[in-house]
């Protein structure tokens, strides 16, 4: 509750307007100190961008931070591996935009003045982020004394909290309104010709039919081609661009299953049996579930839809006490207890006023606060007047301490049974996490039967004894095959099978078969070629693996391309020698039928090809044959053309263009569309420049 439960309801869209600015704007759009050698600086050096130096403190400050807004926004208390991968890439973002943009920014002398924040803030230009933050989602009005009260009071919040995350807010406002300037500084200089409109307008509404003959390189033997080392060596010389590669690994690698033995799922069985008479008798259901079970206490009511189908028509058939079980389900042997049959409504209106403990008031001054404000309430005074002026919930402060409509199970527990349970109209008071409420029920939805169940599970799971007699296995295996062609031996003596994950990239944090093996990615970035891993547990699984290949980054080595450039200049004679016979063929007709007779073939057709088609029936994708016939003049016959799977011969026989031309309307399209990338490949261009070093690999 207070402003930052109002928060946390509307943080689907900030979340992606404010975090999200880091990542998108461009792409579409301590655990160390630094010591005072050099060697200890660029030993714990993160990146090093534009020059400048990263340590990994200040990248982790960066994480830190927005870790802690996710989990405000979120009500979150911990993050799960996917969650806390996307933060870090967010705080990279994050941080190649600061270091990048505002070097930028600041040779152009572009910047953010304090009366411009002011003007976003309380002015009157609000920012999009402040706006959604302050408007009553029941009217859809901003309120901008609301604003003004939240500054006034938000330092008086205990837990620091609520300045954080405001300043947090100010910095992304400031930050997003100089980046706005920078793409309309830039896309002010855009400009597009008439020229430039007329040749795109032409592109996207010109269409040709054609006529095509084409002979696949396959019918020119391979015997009648001869590439030599000398022309293999020639062609990697000068097309070596071409082969550029990033740095990578190729890992194979053999697992034991971590898997609880028969022997365990006994013991499971044989506990969860022993405790049914016990569980059927207990009187604090709650408690021995939180001592004993697998599976948490579940406080909440459930319809009979919401129950899974094992046990819906036993517990709604059932009478309080009666015991399902046991069975098994999801690996788990369970004993399910029906506790209570109830009647109450699917979601109720409330509305409430919340007194803090804190600076202001300890925690015995806002007991006897809240319980004034209650025998007021009750007195029949202005409930609304009364939340304006004393409420310390700033997201429902403005409204009345108006709630709205909630289902059962979204406010925290102690708020949920209580309201769950309260006759419309009756005014309580509930102490929760946040402070006291005093509350009323304003309207209840329909009553419908609903159900609450105790579940007393025992997940079967590798004791002790199974994980060190696999971990046993695995260190035997380790022991015994410990080159890579005893690894290979090895493998096959014990029946494992080798899975194999090639070309695997420095920052990746998976493998086949293995989504968290980032331990498995930087061993293997560590090791030698042919080097044999330590046992590493990822996923319930020991992994071994092999370092196979290790390219670094630069250029493929000829040896590794050499065939693939002999199948390219292969083709490429062959294309030579197609060519020059179709030019013999060309100049010995009249007409392009005789040429399809001569050459023993019969054309194929091509219909409203236009500069954007991506294929042509019966040919393939060939953009060199597209583009040939989309300028080449109707009724000639071409010359040949050299193309991805033949050499092909042409003849145009009608085109269309549209007898209206409206260049304005397509330079304004071009506009729009350059307009729509200058910050992506302004930004692109600013990092390649940067020289950026990522050595995050190191760390994560």
Do not use: C
């Not at 080595?557 to 294309?575: D, H």
Request: aromatic residues 10%; proline residues 3%.
């Amino acid at each position: 509750m207070a402003t930052l439960e109002k928060i946390r309801n509307r943080a689907g869209v900030l979340v992606t307007v404010v975090i999200g600015l880091a990542l998108f704007a461009f792409i579409l759009g301590d655990i160390l100190g630094s010591g005072p050698s050099l060697f200890t600086n660029r030993q714990f050096e993160i990146a090093e961008i534009a020059g400048k130096s990263i340590s990994f403190e200040r990248f982790q400050q960066k994480v830190d931070q927005l870790t802690e807004i996710y989990m405000l926004n979120t009500g979150q208390t911990a993050l799960d591996t996917e969650t806390h991968e996307m933060i870090l890439e967010e705080a990279w973002q994050s941080l190649l935009r600061e270091i990048i943009m505002e070097e930028e920014y600041g040779r152009l002398g572009l910047e953010v003045s304090s009366e411009e924040l002011f003007d976003m803030i309380q002015g009157a230009n609000i920012h999009p982020i402040v706006r959604q933050l302050f408007t009553d989602p029941a009217t859809g009005t901003f309120d901008q004394s609301a604003v003004i009260q939240f500054l006034r009071t938000m330092n008086q919040d205990p837990t620091g909290q609520q300045r954080a995350y405001w300043l947090y807010v100010e910095r992304e406002i400031v930050r997003e309104r100089a980046m706005t300037k920078y793409n309309n500084l830039l896309g002010k200089g855009l400009y597009v010709t008439s020229l430039q409109a007329d040749n795109a307008w032409e592109e996207n509404n010109k269409s040709v039919d054609f006529e095509f003959i084409v002979q696949r390189y396959n019918t020119v033997h391979d015997s009648l081609v001869n590439i030599t080392t000398s022309d293999i060596r020639r062609y990697y010389r000068q097309n070596r661009s071409d082969f550029r590669q990033a740095a990578s690994r190729d890992i194979e690698y053999v697992a034991f299953d971590i898997t609880p033995s028969e022997e365990d799922n006994l013991q499971a069985r044989e506990w969860i049996e022993s405790m049914e008479e016990e569980f059927a008798e207990v009187e604090e259901v709650r408690q021995f579930i939180s001592l004993n079970s697998d599976i948490p206490y579940d406080q909440r009511n459930h319809s009979y839809e919401d129950l899974p189908e094992t046990i819906a028509d036993f517990l709604f058939n059932g009478s309080p006490g009666d015991i399902y079980g046991p069975y098994f389900e999801d690996n788990t042997y369970k004993l399910v207890r029906l506790t209570e049959v109830n009647f109450v409504p699917d979601s109720v209106r409330a509305r409430h006023i919340l007194i803090q403990p804190g600076q202001e008031l300890d925690y015995q001054q806002a007991r006897n606060r809240a319980d004034s404000l209650l025998e007021v309430a009750r007195r029949g005074e202005n409930f609304e007047m009364m939340a304006m002026q004393y409420s310390d919930d700033m997201g429902t402060r403005f409204e009345g301490g108006n709630l709205g409509w909630f289902p059962e199970g979204m406010m925290v527990p102690e708020f949920n049974d209580a309201v769950f349970s309260a006759r419309q109209g009756e005014f309580f008071i509930v102490e929760t996490q946040f402070g006291f409420h005093i509350v009323q029920v304003t309207d209840r939805a329909r009553e419908t039967k609903k159900v609450r169940y105790a579940t007393l599970a025992r997940e079967v799971t590798p004791s002790s004894a199974t994980y060190q007699r696999i971990f046993t296995r695995a260190s035997r295996f380790a022991g015994q095959y410990n080159t890579y062609e005893r690894f290979l031996e090895g493998a096959e003596e014990e029946g494992l099978s080798i899975r194999m994950a090639n070309n695997v990239l420095i920052g990746d944090r998976g493998v086949p078969g293995l989504e968290s093996a980032r331990e498995l990615v930087r061993w293997a970035y560590e090791a030698r070629e042919n080097s044999i891993s330590p046992i590493l547990e990822i996923e319930d699984r020991f992994i071994i693996a092999a370092l196979t290949k290790v390219r670094q980054e630069g250029y493929q080595p000829l040896e590794e391309v050499s065939s693939q450039i002999e199948s390219i200049l292969i083709r490429k004679r062959k294309g030579e020698i197609i060519a020059s016979r179709l030019e013999e063929q060309i100049s010995e007709v009249d007409n392009f039928e005789e040429l399809a007779t001569n050459l023993n073939t019969q054309p194929e057709q091509a219909q409203n090809i236009r500069f954007s088609s991506f294929s042509v029936p019966g040919a393939g994708i060939e953009p060199r044959l597209i583009a040939t016939a989309l300028y080449t003049e109707p009724g000639i016959i071409s010359s040949p053309v050299k193309g991805e799977n033949g050499v092909y011969v042409l003849k145009v026989t009608s085109v269309h263009i549209p007898d209206e031309r409206d260049i304005d309307a397509e330079r304004r399209n071009l506009s729009g569309a350059k307009r729509a990338r200058v910050n992506f490949d302004a930004f692109e261009a600013l990092k390649e420049e940067s020289n950026v070093k990522d050595n995050r690999h190191k760390f994560f």
